[in-house]
């Protein structure tokens, strides 16, 4: 079939049901980015020690967030494929081994970041610094099996193309974090001041408030019967553990090579000065923000390739597949029409340093450039989610961020003495990699239908 002389009422079917399931995401996603920007609000009002303790802990967390998202990122395309082979019956045995698994990796969690002293000093937090990250970091361990439960009930919804209950539940959790925050940091009715360990503890009741909120709208929604999700209850199977692991343990290593490229740019930077620092913060704050619409469409497509696997037609397979990668690249013209149109304007949204905004508008400017690359890689990623093909593009992102991006982008900041725009000229290279590989692997794979390997067998 050849796309471009497809259907056009086909096409705008597929585009207006991709946007349906993507505005709601979308907006979970800017919330997510939200508990960030209010934590943070509320750590540099109380005082600047709190702020540092609470970012370099908020950056060690951030570890663990996508390590769980990457695991129940196994859990949307199960569903879909389930949902769309009308085998709704099943989807209740899935689950079951989806919370299993959610919660043995939220005790991993919590015990990984309670015994993150090695991470502490391995980073170089400041002495002073070290025992209020420690304490924030301890807080808020105990919200890992909350935040991996609420992913497995979000990818079970999410896998079922009912998207708003993301929006719902984590825009509520938003809303709640900063008066709870405020209460517990800054020790309002009777209670003692907390600081930073306050900041971790209500970010950590907050996730069991979403979990619980959530799981309580499951069991009682009508849109979750036939699903049989309570029918019985189902010792962990090995097995169905073992397949759900094998699509999500490739995502989460793809996530945390990402993570890990940017807090390596970050570090390596650190050695340049603050102004350096402050400029790149800036200008990722911009990219970060941005990057949310592309991640919340990556989310939609593979709820789309998913529904189209299970119901066996190839051709829905590359609609759903291309129409999201078209429909994120017009979303991304946006972003990058901003950022390179006005990037002087934007870095000034941060700050009045001169020397800051001088350098910030030239790392906005090359923000701007890999937007395109950006978009087209979390897109592809999110459709050969769909498939359940993550394994090898876990081996091509790590090829493209850590054997092309960062040492291209080391070279010319340090051997060519490009500093900042170096690095991320490095950023450009290894998205643009992944980008290519990403985007020829979903080309082919819907192409050959060597995606029917990957559907849900049934049980």
């Not at 049901?17 to 750590?43: E, K, S």
């Not at 079951?96 to 919660?103: G, H, I, P, T």
């Not at 793809?254 to 807090?263: P, Q």
């Not at 890999?370 to 593009?393: E, Y």
């Amino acid at each position: 079939m050849n796309l471009f002389r497809s259907d056009r009422a086909r096409i705008a079917h597929e585009i207006g049901a991709t946007v349906r399931l993507a505005l709601p995401l979308i907006a979970a996603q800017l919330a997510a980015v939200g508990t960030n920007v209010v934590d943070a609000v509320l750590a540099g009002h109380y005082s600047a020690h709190v702020l540092g303790a609470v970012a370099v802990g908020a950056s060690i967390w951030a570890l663990a967030i996508v390590s769980g998202i990457g695991m129940m990122m196994a859990v949307p395309p199960s569903v879909s494929q389930l949902d769309g082979a009308g085998r709704r019956h099943e989807v209740g045995a899935v689950f079951r081994q989806a919370l299993w698994l959610a919660v043995g990796m939220g005790v991993l969690l919590w015990a990984g970041v309670r015994h993150a002293a090695p991470l502490i000093d391995l980073i170089g937090v400041a002495p002073g610094l070290r025992a209020d990250v420690v304490e924030f970091l301890h807080a808020i361990s105990w919200g890992a099996p909350a935040l991996t439960t609420y992913f497995a009930l979000r990818g079970l919804s999410e896998g079922l193309s009912m998207t708003r209950p993301s929006m719902y539940f984590s825009l509520g959790g938003l809303a709640v974090l900063a008066p709870l925050g405020y209460v517990l940091m800054f020790g309002k009715f009777g209670l003692e001041p907390q600081g930073a360990r306050g900041c971790g503890i209500a970010t950590a009741l907050v996730l069991w408030m979403e979990m619980l909120g959530f799981a309580f709208y499951v069991s009682r929604h009508p849109n979750y019967r036939g699903l049989n999700l309570g029918e019985r209850f189902d010792l962990p199977s090995p097995h169905r553990i073992r397949e759900l692991m094998s699509v999500g343990l490739p995502m989460a290593v793809t996530l945390l090579a990402e993570g890990g490229l940017f807090v390596a740019v970050a570090l390596a930077l650190g050695t340049l000065g603050e102004d350096v620092v402050a400029s790149h913060q800036v200008a990722l704050n911009i990219a970060s923000f941005f990057f949310m619409i592309p991640l919340g469409l990556a989310m939609a497509i593979t709820v789309r390739v998913g529904n189209a696997v299970g119901r066996g037609d190839a051709a829905g397979v590359r609609y759903a597949g291309f129409c999201g990668i078209g429909l994120t690249l017009v979303t991304q013209l946006v972003s990058a029409g901003l950022m390179l149109s006005l990037p002087h304007v934007i870095a000034s949204l941060y700050t009045r340093d001169a020397t800051v905004i001088a350098l910030a508008t030239q790392l906005i400017v090359l923000a701007g450039i890999f937007q395109f690359s950006d978009g087209i890689q979390v897109a592809s990623n999110g459709a050969l989610r769909g498939l359940k093909d993550t394994r090898a593009p876990m081996a091509m992102t790590l090829f493209a961020y850590w054997v092309i991006g960062m040492p291209v982008g080391w070279w010319l900041a340090f051997r060519h003495g490009l500093g900042a725009r170096g690095m991320w000229m490095g950023l450009v290279a290894g998205l643009s990699v992944a980008a290519v590989l990403l985007f020829t692997r979903f080309w082919r794979s819907s192409a050959t239908e060597r995606w029917r390997r990957y559907a849900e067998r049934p049980t």
